[in-house]
């Protein structure tokens, strides 16, 4: 015990006496009393635990927050429960042991299966590469990183690329990029919109890298409320100039930002999927139904959508990367279709679009387009006629009076409008050439 304490001792005063650490020292303690940018860009160069990094930004600080509580930010309405029934009571204390197994199964294991980015032996391993993705933006992209403290304590970890000063019509524009379950700003989606000049900021799940807490879809949500707030507040960015832009499981809290604020510009979902049940009973029983996330809320959001399909993908399929009709993207496009367009997603128009979604490359998508003989310029100037005259809120009544043959080429123009095919894997970067805004009238 001696020699330990010793070792301890020695080791203390070892740092003491290395000027590079008393500088850190000094700057860190400089940065805490006087928190200015030039002070942080020094902070910035040295690699050290992000718990000691001072905060940047506190949901509190926000003087009419849309936060109720320090419970967090509003989530899911709760299921109506129906009172007076004797049943409701007996079914209660019946499926009582499975709620109970279903708790512990999503608290330990299940949310490092759902999340394994959270896990700490593949952070340690994936360490070197998210420190050499971190030095790069900060040095190539001039990035500012930032803590935010959100409503529930978790500290989140961001960075932030400001492209406003430069040239080019994007700058303007502020992308938050929302990673998958074992994505990393540092390594992630961030790196597409910045090939395209867009202001970007990037931030980690909790329990992510400098992120603190466990990424319970509660403690997503709160995340994702901080991260607008800060870009609003903070940056000074309106939420008509940010765009949200999602990979994979990063489309829920993508689809929560644009309910909550319906202002944002534009939503890119980019290999993302319906509801996460049917990909999770791929690896679990069927009696460990404890995933419950779904992407159901973007409906509800009024502005422009790009929906990006990765025809090879080998993660959100149900049976596999060679039947495309099994990609859980195809039932987003269907659902948020159906919702906007009720009149024109008939049986019909819905037989049309499966056609088109059938087609695994850019030939048989052409083939499919064609053999219904779609009239680009005839689909616009219907939209753009029901638009002036009404001006109305999604769902639209359009293809109320229209023919069977009228219906099935607006229904094909919309599908091909609001969702882009991407030949490759679930896990490969997306390019910039595969990026775009979303379509709008």
Request: charge should be negative; aromatic fraction near 12%; proline fraction near 5%.
């Amino acid at each position: 015990m001696v020699c330990l304490l010793g070792v301890a001792f020695l080791r203390g005063w070892g740092r003491w006496r290395n000027s590079e650490y008393q500088q850190f020292i000094s700057i860190l303690e400089e940065t805490r009393k006087n928190h200015t940018h030039s002070n942080k860009k020094k902070l910035a160069c040295y690699d050290f635990d992000f718990s000691h990094w001072p905060a940047d930004f506190s949901w509190e600080e926000v003087s009419n927050p849309k936060l109720l509580s320090k419970a967090g930010v509003s989530l899911l309405k709760p299921e109506p429960k129906l009172r007076g029934a004797a049943d409701s009571v007996l079914n209660s204390l019946r499926t009582l042991p499975c709620h109970i197994v279903s708790f512990l199964i999503a608290h330990s294991f299940g949310r490092r299966i759902l999340y394994p980015g959270s896990v700490y032996l593949l952070q340690r391993a994936m360490r070197p590469m998210l420190q050499q993705g971190q030095a790069r933006l900060i040095e190539e992209c001039e990035g500012q990183r930032n803590k935010l403290v959100a409503c529930d304590g978790n500290e989140i970890d961001t960075m932030f690329v400001d492209r406003r000063r430069e040239e080019g019509r994007h700058g303007q524009t502020l992308v938050i990029c929302c990673e998958g379950n074992a994505g990393f700003y540092e390594v992630g989606c961030m790196n597409t919109p910045l090939e395209g000049g867009y202001s970007v900021l990037g931030w980690n799940h909790p329990g992510f890298a400098g992120s603190t807490g466990v990424p319970f879809p509660q403690n997503e949500a709160n995340a994702m409320d901080v991260v607008i707030q800060f870009a609003v507040h903070k940056l000074g960015f309106q939420l008509s100039d940010i765009m949200v832009y999602a990979w994979s499981i990063g489309g829920f809290t993508a689809s929560w930002a644009v309910m909550s604020y319906p202002e944002i510009q534009a939503l890119v979902l980019d290999a993302s999927f319906d509801d996460l049940l049917p990909l999770a009973l791929k690896v679990m029983p069927d009696s460990w139904n404890f995933v419950t996330q779904t992407l159901e809320f973007f409906l509800r959001y009024q502005g422009p959508v790009l929906l990006i399909r990765r025809t090879k993908d080998e993660i959100i399929t149900t049976t596999g990367p060679e039947d495309i009709m099994s990609n859980r993207g195809n039932n987003l496009l269907l659902k948020l279709l159906q919702f906007r367009y009720p009149k024109v997603m008939t049986d019909d128009g819905v037989r049309a679009i499966r056609a088109w979604l059938a087609a695994s490359n850019h030939v048989e998508e052409a083939a499919v387009y064609s053999s219904y003989e779609v009239d680009d310029d005839w689909c616009v100037s219907v939209l753009q006629s029901y638009k002036t005259e009404r001006d109305v809120f999604f769902p639209w009544s359009v293809g109320e009076d229209m023919t069977l043959e009228g219906r099935r080429q607006l229904a094909l123009f919309l599908a091909r409008k609001y969702m882009r095919n991407f030949d490759s894997t679930h896990c490969t970067p997306l390019p910039y050439s595969e990026f775009a805004a979303p379509w709008g009238l």
